[in-house]
């Protein structure tokens, strides 16, 4: 297995033990009455359900050291 892949797979379990627990029933029952006339459950849910593939997306993707690539790593097309 890479080395990538390898450091990635416990990040990803963290990430997974996390959504079971997020999405589990006494932690759900927090979310009652309304928010701007959203119902606070949905709120809940889908706030958590998109932190939740915030996470697994930062666990899974190796780490940059810049914000752009050296024009040295980037392929042009061959003509």
């Known amino acids: 297995m890479p080395k990538g892949i390898q450091k990635s797979v416990p990040k990803l379990a963290i990430v997974g ?11 759900l029952s927090l979310f009652r009455g309304h928010l ?15 932190l939740i593939i915030v996470l697994a997306r930062l666990a899974a993707e190796p780490r940059r050291r ?8 980037v392929e042009l097309p061959k003509p």
């Not at 033990?17 to 932690?27: D, M, Q, R, V």
């Not at 701007?36 to 998109?50: E, H, I, K, N, R």
């Not at 810049?66 to 790593?73: A, H, V, Y």
């Open 17 to 27: 033990s996390l959504a079971l627990l997020a999405f589990n029933y006494p932690i």
């Open 66 to 73: 810049g914000l752009f690539r050296k024009s040295s790593e």
């Open 36 to 50: 701007f006339s959203v119902p606070a459950l949905y709120v809940g849910l889908f706030g958590a359900w998109l």
